[in-house]
């Protein structure tokens, strides 16, 4: 049917054929829709890359917060502004 929507075209590798079976085994899982299982999927991955990017940021923020504190020879002030503007764009 013709559609202005972008479609998606998924290849059952041997991973997803796998997945595939071990949901169609429970019951209920032969009547998930792939598009759920693809909603699904994309919130989790979104969950774990805001993790990851929420992980480093408080790592990079406890390393500006050691310079401040700790005077190991960083000009605090450029270690406020790394703070604020180097680290904004992962």
């Known amino acids: 049917m013709p559609t202005k929507l972008r479609r998606i075209a998924i290849t059952e590798t041997p991973r997803v054929a796998s997945a595939l079976a071990e949901l169609r ?3 209920g899982g032969a009547e998930v829709p792939v598009a ?3 909603v699904l999927g994309a919130e989790r991955k979104l969950d774990e890359l805001r993790s990851a ?3 480093r ?3 990079l923020e406890r390393v ?5 504190t700790k005077g190991l ?3 605090p002030e450029a270690a406020d502004y790394a ?3 180097a680290w904004t764009h992962d």
């Open 25 to 27: 085994r429970e019951p």
């Open 36 to 38: 759920d299982l693809l």
């Open 53 to 55: 990017h929420d992980e």
């Open 57 to 59: 940021h408080a790592a």
């Open 64 to 68: 500006a917060e050691r310079i401040r």
């Open 73 to 75: 020879g960083v000009d």
């Open 83 to 85: 703070r604020r503007h």
